[in-house]
């Protein structure tokens, strides 16, 4: 059965990177994995979105509308946009973090002020600091894999070897803050 | 070795496994990567940005008839630019083996248009491959090397931004190392005056039956049948996401080989199903080979003439529902529209242009276009890459034609664009007197596609310190006498040289010069500018006044506390590039040093 996690952000928000992580894991467990992402004008502040499926084999790239086990949002306005992507008893996990849009930044339009009621109200959703936990594990970057690991845990993956495919992808000084970001999300769900 | 792979780097994967010498191409999304990938195989491929696709196509016809393997890449509008040298090219053939890959945008994510690339192909009468994936991307490479040295001919790869962007698992190979075929001149193959031309096209009519046959022969189109009620026919990425739909249950005919289309395959797969739905991106071109063969099919009746041909789309089309999903209200979510970025130094300059009456502002290719978006407004029209001083030079010919013209032409294109195409625009102007103004912003990189060097940016591809072409001295070369050079983050040099420019009775040229906020700077560029911006903005809100005059510079770092009527600065996307602070009325905006 073929599974499709759904990361959304915002371009610079480091979505590329965990979805790169989390392929790597998933093929090196000895799925069939498909990726797909829009580049392109997103990298300057639009919205961006990663789509990762994998099973055994694996055909379309790009998740289906409705086709979603899990949402995960970078950004909290982003999980809203996306949500038509979800099935119907998928699972939301989403980042406590606002980034503005130029509308909303220019004072034409207004943040959608009860983001976390809708998401609790369409569907399962977890909502929590990854920005915050990153801060205390002194680095706001490692926000990503905070996130990853919320994901590792929500799909029942935590027989992978995370801590190698993190020393196998990154930069070796950041591998321990990593690893203890990647145990810090995985707490969280 | 099994790696996780874009389409992409599958492609620069196996013109690698190929054997492949030398590589040029010009950037453009969804393409770019490719000569990037390649450029990684630096030992042994020469890889190059060419100044525009026409010029990457040339280099690479010249490569190819000195006998080396060699690959040209491009979006798809980037093949109208090679297509002058690649419709003559198919009438030569090659030495070495080579290929061209062009990227279709169904959906137009980041191009101006949509086109099919396979009407190219046909026109051309060039073959072409078409991948569904990764591994098919690599396999297919390799392939077209093989068809393009058996048949002569160069060999077209067709990828879409879903295959180019898109990772699978990939099993990569060796390289096969190919020498360099000894070069023996060939006037009747490569002088392509009418005598030698006419045998060429008898050749090329010849090819395309050969052609034929290969491709009713080969397993790149393959059958799967299934139950014979419904038949899919499909090429690209659409077979993925047709099989999500119809499962292993239905008949699927699968194309990779798509010019010349293998017509005896077809009518053998037509013949044996009873309903056949044809998935295909942008144009109807299998449909209407379908139907020519005489055979009823489901296509462009059934499913939508244009964009992407996602799962969604099929299933709605073939079944008339979507799957079930959680429903909310759309308009409760936020636009999210691309920016210039903080301390973007394209900022200025729409910031002065926006507030200008009586001006055509004829716009170009690049992150730049967002100048047309607000709080700017700052932008008329923009078509293709270089159009920009071409189009602004018509329309102030016609201007000019009405009584007591007001209306003034201002053509804004990047560094990168005007060695693109934007050049020979310019030369008209020059040549046929209009009276334009004409800004060149020359941010010292080619900023949108991801920082790729360029003529005027002092490096190669690889990193190589080349030779700097002077675009001002290059302007002054063509004759223009009124020229300036300023700093886009000063507005008042842009308002005095836009006010100064505007004023003339004859063509000028305004150059930007200041290094994309985002770009790595090379020693030269940190000698040129110093550090750049090392300090932050903030607003001092005792001062403030709340006139908003600073989010008209629409600067991302900077938005409206609507509870206490003032400006913030985020101080994490600021630069202190100051555009703000000179807006302000009232000096509200201070720094940080």
């Known amino acids: 059965m073929t599974k499709s996690i759904l990361l959304v952000g915002v371009g610079g928000q480091g979505t590329i990177l965990a979805s790169k992580l989390l392929t790597n894991g998933l093929m090196e467990a000895g799925y069939d994995v498909k990726m797909s992402e829009i580049h392109g004008m997103s990298q300057r502040g639009g919205s961006v979105s990663s789509h990762v499926r994998y099973g055994k084999k694996v055909d379309s790239p790009v998740i289906e509308i409705g086709g979603a086990d899990i949402l995960v949002s970078f950004e909290k306005m982003e999980a809203l946009r996306y949500l038509n992507y979800l099935k119907t008893d998928g699972r939301v996990v989403v980042n406590d973090y606002e980034i503005l849009s130029m509308p909303i930044l220019s004072g034409k339009a207004d943040y959608p002020g009860n983001a976390d009621e809708i998401l609790k109200s369409k569907a399962q959703t977890t909502i929590l600091d990854a920005i915050g936990e990153a801060e205390k594990l002194g680095n706001q970057k490692v926000m990503n894999v905070i996130l990853l690991g919320a994901i590792i845990k929500a799909m029942g993956l935590e027989e992978i070897d995370w801590v190698a495919i993190l020393r196998e992808n990154l930069n070796q000084k950041l591998v321990d803050i990593n690893i203890e970001a990647l145990q810090t999300g995985m707490n969280l769900v | ?593």
Not at chain 2, 55 to 68: F, L, P, T
Not at chain 2, 242 to 267: C, H, N, Q, R
């Open chain 2, 1 to 593: 070795m099994k790696k996780l792979m874009t389409g992409n780097e599958a492609i620069a994967r196996g013109a690698y496994e190929a054997g492949v010498l030398y590589a040029s191409a010009y950037p453009g999304t969804p393409s770019t990567e490719i000569l990037e990938n390649i450029a990684l195989y630096k030992e042994c491929i020469v890889a190059e940005w060419a100044p525009n696709e026409k010029v990457a196509m040339e280099a690479v016809i010249g490569a190819s008839i000195a006998g080396a393997r060699s690959i040209a890449s491009m979006k798809h509008v980037g093949l109208n630019v090679a297509a002058d040298p690649v419709f003559t090219f198919s009438y030569t053939g090659v030495g070495g083996g080579s290929v061209i890959v062009t990227a279709d945008e169904p959906g137009q994510h980041s191009s101006q248009n949509e086109q099919d690339s396979r009407n190219y192909a046909k026109a051309a009468k060039i073959p072409m491959l078409e991948p569904t994936d990764a591994q098919e991307s690599k396999d297919m490479t390799k392939i077209a090397f093989m068809v393009s040295e058996e048949y002569d001919t160069p060999v077209f790869i067709r990828m879409t931004t879903r295959v180019c962007h898109s990772k699978g698992i990939v099993s990569c190979d060796g390289r096969e190392d190919r020498a360099i075929i000894p070069y023996i001149k060939n006037a009747k193959k490569y002088v392509t005056v009418p005598t030698h031309a006419r045998k060429l096209r008898e050749k090329v009519a010849t090819r395309e039956k050969k052609l034929l046959d290969f491709s009713n022969a080969t397993d790149l189109n393959f059958i799967e049948w299934g139950n014979k009620e419904i038949g899919v026919i499909s090429s690209g990425v659409c077979y993925s996401y047709a099989k999500e739909i119809f499962g292993d249950k239905v008949s699927y005919l699968k194309l990779g080989f798509t010019y010349p289309l293998p017509t005896e395959k077809i009518s053998e797969f037509c013949s044996n199903v009873e309903k056949i739905y044809v998935i295909e991106e942008n144009d109807p071109y299998i449909e209407e080979k379908v139907k020519e063969l005489g055979f009823r099919c489901y296509g462009k009746n059934t499913f939508p003439e244009y964009g992407e041909m996602l799962p969604e789309v099929i299933r709605q089309s073939v079944f008339g529902e979507l799957l079930p999903t959680v429903l909310y209200e759309e308009k409760e979510v936020v636009p999210r529209p691309p920016t210039l970025c903080a301390g973007c130094p394209h900022r200025g300059v729409f910031y002065e242009l926006g507030k200008r009456k009586n001006i055509f502002i004829s716009g170009d290719i690049g992150c730049y276009t967002l100048g047309f978006a607000e709080p700017y407004n700052a932008m008329d029209q923009n078509v293709c890459m270089g159009s920009a001083m071409g189009v602004g030079h018509g329309a102030q010919k016609v201007f000019d034609m009405v009584n007591d013209n007001k209306m003034k032409v201002v053509s804004v294109l990047g560094d990168s664009t005007f060695f693109h195409t934007g050049l020979n625009g310019l030369i008209d102007v020059f040549y046929n007197k209009s009276n334009t103004v004409n800004i060149i912003l020359d941010n010292r990189i080619t900023g949108m596609t991801g920082h790729q060097e360029n003529p005027s940016s002092g490096y190669t591809l690889q990193g190589e310190k080349t030779f700097e072409i002077d675009i001002e001295n290059v302007v002054k070369a063509l004759g223009f006498k009124q020229v300036v050079v300023i700093d886009p983050n000063n507005l008042e040099s842009v308002k005095k040289a836009l006010d100064w420019a505007l004023s003339l009775d004859e063509p000028s040229v305004i150059i930007t010069r200041w290094p994309c906020v985002l770009k790595k700077l090379s020693p030269e560029d940190k000698n040129e500018f110093g550090e750049l911006f090392s300090a932050k903005c903030f607003v001092d809100s005792e001062k403030c006044i709340g006139c908003k005059k600073c989010l008209k510079t629409g600067c991302p770092a900077i938005s409206f506390d609507k509870k206490n009527k003032k400006s913030v600065i985020d101080s994490v996307p600021c630069v202190g590039c100051e555009v703000c602070k000179q807006v302000c009325p009232v000096h509200a905006i201070g720094k940080v040093e």
